[in-house]
């Protein structure tokens, strides 16, 4: 697994709960504005259609490393800040470690806790998603283009 | 346009909400899904009552008994005099939920904000990111008359039988049967896809406009009346894939509408579409 999603998920498995809340929040209002051209491709290809709300995600190989992009209303902080966390957390990485990501992720990091179980079901569907694309992206490139 | 809602002391502005901030008879109550709402910003005073957390057994399949209501009350400084107003994200889902979880125990003097959080906000209205803390209370629960607003699945069965009108809330797909929502939804799954036999379609959301505000009374006879075939008459059960969304239903056919004999069917599809010799149908249905 990548060390800055590893740092993230220590972070907040050593906090409490309202710490825990408070990070996510943080990851919530930190997520990058799309850049303006993948703003203009949010599309169904691009939702991530486990989510109830409105959520793109966009995933580029730039040279041998992932570049991730995502978007998620402010409506929705939760999973605003699930899809900020694993963008910082898996940016720059290699893809075989974006496919090392454990599943549950969710749980390591102590959501589950905070959440309840009924609420995370969303967030598990966006880390697929992006192995997913991360795996189509990197085999494309692996094809020669 | 004019007609009034048949309960309309059931429905709140934003703006008497805003006038009684400060009414100690008043505890105004914030039930999100996203369980984040209520710490990035939420109504002065307002108290967090979490369907999951708080309402919810963690258990059981059920609500919490009426021991820990009544200490959810008590720790949330509501009396069984006072007035609660319940307000929330996704046009008031979960707010609905809570007032009818409230209902369940008798309590009166029930609210909904109309265009609940989102409303608030758009209106450029208070927020506050401070917690309240409110004297303790004694809460003393009333006990409701859970038969006449819960149905279980026997109840279903029997009704479906007998003909009675059933309004499925879920999404369109949902209820022909061409999405089943298994996958990475394991706590909301269901073995099968489709809807209880006679059950028409009637998402949610069609009760609501753009600005998350219940529609007009000719608006929703429109709906439920013309286009689902319900009499006011009717004995209804609603139902959808956990009850939340149902409740909205549940308060617009009871409040808005006046009818008298509304359930709630809150084990919903995740009980229905795994129940054995439970039949099911597909396709959008009669």
Known sequence: MPAALDAIIDELRESDRQERIDLLIDFAKNLPPLPPELEARKDAEHRVEECQSPVYLFVEMIGDRVALYGDAPAEAPTVRGFVSLLLEGLNGAAPEDVLKVPGDLVDRCGLTEVLGMLRVRGLAGVLRRIKRDVARVAMLQHAGH | ?286
């Open chain 2, 1 to 286: 346009m004019g007609e009034a809602y048949a309960h309309p002391e059931a429905l709140v502005s934003t703006q008497w909400v805003q006038d009684h901030l400060d009414d100690p008879k008043v505890r105004i109550v914030e039930s999100d899904e996203d369980l984040l709402l209520y710490d990035l910003g939420h109504v002065p005073g307002a108290v967090r009552i979490d369907w999951q957390g708080d309402l919810q057994d963690q258990v059981v399949r059920d609500y919490i008994n009426a021991d820990r209501f009544a200490e959810l009350c008590s720790k949330s400084g509501i009396s069984s005099d006072t007035t609660v107003v319940f307000y929330g994200d996704k046009s008031n889902w979960w707010a609905c939920y809570a007032f009818w979880a409230f209902t369940l125990f008798g309590h009166k003097n029930l609210k909904i904000m109309n265009g609940g959080r989102k409303l608030w906000i758009d209106e450029s209205r208070p927020l506050t990111r401070e917690t309240p803390a409110y004297p303790r209370t004694d809460y003393k629960v009333a006990g409701g008359d859970e038969a006449a607003i819960r149905a279980f699945r026997d109840d279903v069965l029997a009704h479906m039988k007998a003909g009675g009108k059933l309004i499925d809330v879920r999404s369109p797909k949902e209820f022909t049967g061409e999405m089943q929502h298994m996958e990475d939804y394991p706590q909301e799954g269901a073995l099968r896809a489709g809807h209880i036999p006679g059950a028409k379609s009637v998402p949610w959301s069609r009760a609501v406009d753009d600005e998350g505000k219940f529609k007009s009374v000719p608006e929703l006879k429109t709906i439920f009346e013309k286009e689902a075939g319900l009499k006011p008459a009717d004995d209804v059960v609603a139902y959808c894939r956990i009850g939340e969304r149902s409740s909205l239903t549940w308060f617009v056919l009871t409040y808005l509408l006046g009818y008298p004999r509304v359930r709630n069917y809150d084990g919903s599809w995740t009980e229905w579409g795994n129940l054995v010799r439970a039949p099911i149908e597909r396709g959008p249905g009669a």
